[in-house]
DNA sequence: TTCTCAATTAGCTATTATGCTAAATACGTA
DNA sequence: TACGTATTTAGCATAATAGCTAATTGAGAA
């Protein structure tokens, strides 16, 4: 297999590999939402969050779409939610083991 | 959800958010590995792949195990791998959607 | 013990990412 | 036109990553 395909994969995952993108993704699961709804759930200010979310669009994870002067995103690729599923595992898997180190 | 989830998540995102460590990822699909054999692979320095396995192994993903004077790392939660599967996808929609300007 | 090999850690530099404030754009309304 | 709101882009300072070489550790062999 070519590096440039892990390439290009790697830069889908740094496109959510931050806690604030994350939030994101997991925000648009429902659908839609603009940029000043995200701000709120981020709770940062408004042109951080536009360039984190510039950075998901530019990876292929969202979209915008304008309608009167707000942005509404939305997720391109609802796939990306079923990986939390496998974090999660990854989480639960390291305090399972912390806890055995702290018995032994 | 609290913050603190999302930051948690975000650190296993990031040990694998790099092209060299998604090879590692990959190529510790069909069994354990020692470090030579996927300095090998990945093609950088022993300290540098050393670095990422211990990125890896921090974020809970892999685990080493020695024998003789050779470290074996194996994947400790094996659904990584259909992270691949999603991240593909993120990628094709991307290509098809970059046609479709060109056409446009 | 001494030597060698595999792997890790230290120390450094260069690059990249993050988040802010301030300035620019886009759109709707008066 | 001029103004207000939502969003993006620029520019900058700080922090985090990545990669190298050199030094260190761990385990087996002479």
Redesign the pocket.
């Known amino acids: 297999m070519d590096r440039t395909v892990y390439e290009a994969r790697a830069e889908v995952m740094?496109a959510l590999a931050?806690p604030?993108r994350l939030m994101i993704a997991d925000a648009l699961a429902d659908g839609e939402m603009?940029?000043?709804e995200l701000q709120e759930i981020v709770g940062?200010?408004?042109?951080?969050v536009?360039?984190?979310?510039?950075?998901m669009k530019n990876a292929g994870i969202i979209e915008?779409r304008?309608d009167?002067?707000?942005?509404y995103y939305r997720l391109l690729v609802p796939c990306v939610l079923r990986l939390f599923g496998c974090i999660d595992a990854v989480l639960q898997s390291e305090h399972l083991r912390a806890a055995e180190a702290v018995e032994a």
């Open positions: 740094k931050h604030s603009c940029v000043c940062s200010t408004m042109p951080t536009s360039r984190h979310l510039s950075q915008g304008r009167g002067n707000q942005i």
